[in-house]
C-alpha cells in the first residue's frame, strides 16, 4: 500500500486510494482557553466519511484526536474549567500549552510515520514535560485502516508530577486523561461494543451513523497491553472515547522518570459486529 504525505507549514495531511485519512496539525492557532495543542482533524475511513467532531459548542477544547491531561499537579492540560472537590467546575489562570519543536514524516514499507518533539509548559510558562510523539498509519486493508499513536512524557521538572482527573478530584465517572477521541455530532447515541464507563478491558468500539450519507464507520480502540486502563466513554449527550491515564487512581511521575503509553485504532467502514472485531484483533495481535 501507497502512501502519500502532504506537507504544509502548520500540519501534514496522511493520504492513500485518493483519500486524506487524517490531518495532523501541529501548529495550531487557538484562544489560550483551549490549552493549545496539536491534533488530528478530520479524520477519515477509507470512504472519505469524517469520524472526528471539531470544536463542538458544548466543549471548544475538543479537537478531533488530542493526547493530552485534564490534571497536572493542579495544570490542565486538557482545555476548559479545572474541576476541585467540592466546588465543581472553575475557570482558573492554570491552562498549560504544548509547544511542537520538530516534527518529521516520512513512508516506507507500507507505513507513514509522523514523528514530533514536544515541550509542556505551564500558563506561566515552566517547562514541565518532554515529549516524544509517533503517528502511524498502517495495515490498509479493503474496509479499514490502522493509526497507532505512541508517546513518551519525561518529566523535566524538579519535582514530581501528579496525573490525576475530574475524577480523582471526585466527580463521579469523569475520569477522562490522555488519548481522547471526540466524535462527530451525528455519532450521539451510537453504539459502545466492550467495557463500560470506568470499566476494562483490552479493547472498546464505537459505532456511528453519518447524517446525509447512508453508512456507518466503525472506531475500534486498542488499550496499551503494558499498562490496561479504565476506559472513559460516552454516547450521550456526545460520543466520546478515552483510554485514561487517571481515571480514578492518580498517577506520580518522579523527575527525570519517563511514561510511556501505546495504542492502536482501527477506522472502519461500516458497522462492525463483536464478532468482526474479534477476528480483526486476532488477526492483528500486537
Known amino acids: 500500500m501507497t502512501f502519500e504525505l502532504v506537507e504544509n507549514e502548520d500540519s501534514l495531511i496522511v493520504r492513500t486510494r485518493g483519500t486524506d485519512l487524517f490531518r495532523y496539525v501541529h501548529q495550531p492557532v487557538m484562544d489560550p482557553f483551549e490549552a493549545p495543542k496539536p491534533y488530528l482533524h478530520p479524520v477519515r475511513t477509507l470512504a472519505g466519511d469524517v469520524v472526528t467532531g471539531y470544536r463542538p459548542h458544548d466543549h471548544r477544547w475538543h479537537k478531533g484526536i488530542q493526547l493530552t491531561a485534564s490534571w ?22 492554570n491552562l498549560g500549552t504544548m509547544r511542537s519543536l520538530a516534527v518529521s514524516a516520512a513512508t516506507s514499507h507500507g507505513r507513514a510515520v509522523i514523528s514530533e518533539d514536544l515541550t509542556w509548559h505551564t500558563r506561566a510558562g515552566e517547562h514541565w514535560i518532554d515529549e516524544r510523539r509517533t503517528l502511524t498509519a498502517r495495515d490498509v486493508e479493503s474496509d479499514s485502516w490502522t493509526l497507532e499513536v505512541t508517546t513518551a512524557l519525561t518529566n523535566v ?38 467495557p463500560a464507563m470506568g470499566e ?11 447524517d446525509e450519507v447512508d453508512r456507518s464507520s466503525t472506531l475500534l480502540f486498542l488499550d496499551d497491553p503494558e499498562a490496561p486502563c479504565h476506559w472513559f466513554v460516552r454516547r450521550e449527550p456526545f460520543p466520546a472515547v478515552n483510554p485514561s491515564l487517571a481515571f480514578d487512581e492518580e498517577l506520580t511521575l518522579a523527575p527525570g522518570d519517563t511514561l510511556s503509553r501505546h495504542y492502536r485504532i482501527v477506522v472502519a467502514d ?3 459486529t463483536p464478532e468482526r472485531l474479534s477476528r480483526h484483533i486476532g488477526e492483528h495481535p500486537w
Do not use: C, M
Not at 173 to 180: I, P, Q, V
Not at 187 to 192: A, E, N
Open 72 to 93: 497536572v499537579s493542579g495544570q490542565n492540560f486538557w482545555g476548559g474549567g479545572t474541576y476541585l472537590r467540592g466546588q465543581g467546575y472553575v475557570d482558573l489562570p
Open 157 to 194: 521538572h524538579d519535582t514530581a508530577l501528579v496525573f490525576g482527573s475530574p475524577g480523582t478530584q471526585g466527580r463521579e465517572l469523569a475520569g477522562y486523561s490522555g488519548l481522547f477521541w471526540r466524535g462527530p455530532r451525528d455519532f450521539t447515541g451510537g453504539d459502545v461494543i466492550g
Open 270 to 272: 461500516g458497522a462492525w
Open 200 to 210: 476494562k478491558g483490552d479493547w472498546l468500539a464505537f459505532v456511528g451513523t453519518h
